[in-house]
């Protein structure tokens, strides 16, 4: 079945049954939270480098502030 008809489909149902479908697809799964052995050396590397340089660490702040000055952009 394409995309194209499986969204025809969903389309036939009343509003409350399309909700309920958009919100089983978009229910995250357990593989979802699964880290690659990539993500957690990643993660190690990141750890190690903030235990190495603590100057290096940005505060809540910081990080928000950041934040908010690249959606300004």
Avoid: C
Avoid at 15 to 33: K, L, N
Avoid at 52 to 71: A, C, G, K, Y
């Amino acid at each position: 079945m394409t995309k194209e008809a499986i969204i025809e489909e969903i389309k036939k149902h009343p509003r409350e049954e399309q909700r309920e479908i958009f919100e089983a697809v978009w229910e995250p799964s357990e593989e979802d939270y699964e880290l690659t052995p990539e993500d957690i050396a990643v993660a190690d590397a990141r750890w190690k480098q903030a235990e190495e340089h603590p100057e290096t660490i940005m505060s809540e702040q910081q990080f928000w502030s950041n934040v908010n000055s690249l959606i300004r952009r």
